[in-house]
């Protein structure tokens, strides 16, 4: 039963495919058991992150993205970590929402991820789906996540290649971009981009890049790098660290997902990307970046779980221990240290 | 000297506590002795978390809100998780950019949290930075994060009070406060509302305020209720769960930030909740979802470091393993189940 089902997730059934991610956001053992047998098959697709406002069009670009690559003879998986997207179902006024044209289609497979209940584990559940997509055969896995906060950088610990959508005409998007995204985007793309105001987007997006190549001519590159052991931030960040990156110049694209203008140009423009990981090695380390954070993520998750039943034998219910520690008779900080001793088994 | 930089703190030295808080950002050890002799001194200060769209007005909100407090003779503090927020420096265009009025008023204690270095542990930062400025002895402390995505909801976990600033003129904003967000929201503030479409704003709101009575008669309050020890993901989101909640319809409140216009309103509708809070009894329920939401994120952050170091005398360096799992020659759910088991004690 559970092999027949790792076998129908292999083979791509698409009602298999979806059970087992039901299964993995019901958390049953079985669903792990499953990942494990499909580990062993997984790592060929490429995963491309679309990142950027709400409001952007990330939504649109993905469903011209998906024709793109469905043309070219490619199958396709969408994840939507986007409360807005359509994808994820998350729009409810449907004054603007555009249906999935590629709902029917058998080479295509979209999921979306709620925020709702995920907090803290967002990533790993994102990095499951990635796997069962992957495993089930798809040749480009789109996620796509809303751009701004820890989702948005998140994704750089997920993606071969990371798209940052800006539209014109709102001054904040290109500050909301520069804080952190900057360090993530493989290309922009300036969404929108019949609208006025949008070669001042693209100007401000160069400026930004031109500052970024005085300010750090090595280049950095928040994909790989390594961890020391001590940097429990950076293991859980998938290691963002400083390491010479092979000359690749983030381009920025004009595209109105709309009319599917410069649509090409975009796909184009990943593809470029793709040739370019392949051919610099690059490629295989955001492939050893990506397992760290896979594995990280996962421990964290385990030890956690551990942890809080053996809190129950120590210290009693959880609730109780908060109890004391709003009452402030006890502090959070001696009772985790306590109970982490507890566990690693010294006293 | 870690005791002169702790009775410092607890007197509101403004260096003392700028101090801690680098040590803290620094991971130094005796930060967090600090931090636990800190702990039986606060509890003390309100806690509201300002969320919403980039854009949407909540540094001037904020900015207006600090005027509010300082003239009925209350101590602020305030933090910017917002990386587009000007208080958190994240702002370089310029042209929009508000200083704050408010940098040279000792009652005033302003500080900025990148979210650059601290995925996975922004919550746990956050409420780092809380806990100082309580100590300080603030009166009330104002969280201002980007609200899309994970960090938004997170702040339930932080704040006694979370107000939701909406702005008209995008659809797509009220799409956006759909997923999540109404159920963290104890006011909503409808800002830039003397603009076009502030009244279809304020009625979409409505309606869904609406809806979520319909749906949810009980109510429904993320802030508290009871989590199994099973149950990980809601330790980890600081227990949302289905709870009775007393009656507390959030009000929507219209504001010009820039001008001033209803942010008198808005404050007397926080202290109306804020009362409602101590008469219901929800204060004292919320404080222990705020102790256990930092108890789980301290105790996660200390096991996950434990882990590592232990990793690296079982399996090697975390790259090393992390190559393993992309030439998919071992699995991460294995090798994170043997290593808990070993942390555990266990064979």
Redesign the interface.
Known sequence: MGSGLVDRVLAGDVRAGARLMRDLDD?LPSA?VA??AL??R??RALVVGLTG???AGKSSLTDRLIGHHRRAGRTVGVIAVD??SPF?G????G??IRMQDHATDPGVFIRSL??????????RSTADLVAVMDAMGKDVILVE??G???????IASLAHTVVVVAVPG???????I???VMEIADLFAVNKADREGAERTVR?LQGMLELRRIVQPSGRDPHHG??G??E???????A?ADAPSEAWEPPIVRTVALSGQGVEALAEAIDAHGAHLAASGEK?RR??????S???A???????????????LELG???H???R??A?TA???????E??AR???TP
Request: proline share 4%; aromatic share 4%; net charge negative.
């Open positions: 958390r792990e990942l494990r580990w062993p997984t790592g406002s709400p409001g409360p807005t994820s998350g729009a409810i006024l004054d603007r709620g925020t709702r209940g995920h907090l803290g584990g967002l990533s996540t809303v701004v906060g820890q989702d948005e950088i998140e709102m001054g904040d998007d290109v500050q909301a520069k804080a952190g401000d390594h961890a052991l001590a429990v931030a950076a293991a859980e960040a998938g963002f295989a492939d050893v970046a990506r397992a760290r896979a594995f990280v996962i421990l964290r998750e385990r030890l956690l779980a551990s942890a809080l039943a053996r809190l129950e219910r959880l609730d221990v908060a109890e520690i709003a402030r502090d959070p900080y001696q009772l985790a240290e109970l982490a566990v690693r088994g």
